[in-house]
């Protein structure tokens, strides 16, 4: 599944939050099963789930930021705090096909820190009919809640692309997170997402973003 910028970047070096080799054309062309063959955004979605913890990076991700992983293809990203702000790393701008991003929101350390870590953020990548899709992932980890399966919730949809750059958007996005679980699943427009919460106070959140025929 190719990518697509949410806006104009000039391309960086690779962030340290970010983890694994690309499938590109060119890698997946190199594995026996696919010499000779063409290869398109199907083709590396594929190979990329199915190599998901190759080279170590799903272990390098959950090492480096043990509260959040994500996993797979977008790049560009909207994002939206109720509570909480991230951490000492950015969230990643660009994730290539395959690769694992990781950051670490937390509670304000200053003023009121009831709130705990309530946020969302948006992913833009392409199909595999090459249409912009916008990937949402939501997490609420809330500070003063009690410890058990109900207080952790995280939520996951896709949508158009710029589905969430109005302002409108993200009460209804924060009222269908609160009204979800510890894990959430989402398809539309041949795409695919999932997350999933751990249910301690610091827990681990981990995503996928994909094909839906992957």
Known sequence: MDVEGWRTYIEPAMPSNVFGTPFTDQTVQALPEYIGKKIGRKERAHVAL???????KDINARNYFPHFALFTMPRGHNKTCWYGNI?????????ANGQWGAFLHVIKTSGMATGGSVAAVAYRGKNNNGNNCDWLLGWRNPWNGPLSTSTNKVYTEIREARHYEPAGVWPGVYNRLVGSGVCSSGTWNGCFSTIS????TSPTVEALLTSEDA
Do not use: D, K, L, V
């Open 197 to 200: 919460s751990g249910c301690s």
């Open 87 to 95: 951490g000492r790393a950015p969230y990643p701008t660009q994730i």
């Open 50 to 56: 199915n190599m998901e913890n190759a080279e170590g």
